[in-house]
């Protein structure tokens, strides 16, 4: 019965381990400036700060006047965690909008977007999504909604749903041969 029960607890952990560890996308956890923060001054460059490493592919920033018309940059580099783009001139004082994307370190895509305003005045920053500028009509009832970023890739769940299901079956099968044991005895 022990050698049952060893083989049984033998064959969860290795279905366990095959299935791999789960993979979380990366957040974004910071950035400078901060989503709705008020730098006094136009800043040099947007920084990005990922909950863990992103892959150096792909990566796009985007900053928004507060006319929606995209901002100068210059090129983004990937560090670790961090994705650095430095803007080509200073900012106007007013709300601007930063959308990103970039490729977590499990290989799934993941964007986003935030504002903030340069200085105290100015015009409020525009749609992120959009690039619309505050003054501009909204979109009507019909209008699609936005992609939401971060969903979990269908074949990963696909994987641990089998990874889950394979581990219930064992068990179920060890219990069953257990059971068909007692009875003999």
């Not at 504002?115 to 699609?144: I, L, Y």
């Amino acid at each position: 019965m022990r050698r049952l029960t060893s083989a049984a607890a033998a064959a969860a952990v290795l279905v366990a381990v095959a299935a791999g560890p789960a993979h979380a996308h990366e957040t974004l956890i910071s950035s400078s400036p901060d989503d709705g923060g008020r730098p006094a001054e136009s800043p040099e460059e947007i920084t990005l700060t990922f909950s863990g490493d992103i892959m150096d592919l792909g990566a796009a920033v985007v900053v928004l006047a507060p006319d929606g018309e995209p901002v100068p940059t210059g090129a983004v580099s990937v560090d670790g965690p961090e994705a650095v783009v430095p803007l080509s001139a200073e900012l106007e004082a007013g709300g601007h909008a930063v959308r990103w994307k970039v490729v977590s370190g499990d290989g799934h895509p993941i964007s986003g977007s935030f504002t903030f305003t340069v200085g105290r005045g100015g015009p409020p920053p525009p749609d992120p999504q959009t690039g619309a500028s505050a003054d501009a009509p909204s979109p009507g009832p019909g209008a699609a909604a936005p992609e939401q970023a971060g969903a979990p890739a269908p074949a990963l769940r696909a994987a641990g749903i089998a990874a889950v299901g394979a581990a219930a079956g064992l068990a179920a099968y060890a219990l069953l041969v257990r059971s068909r044991r007692r009875r003999r005895r």
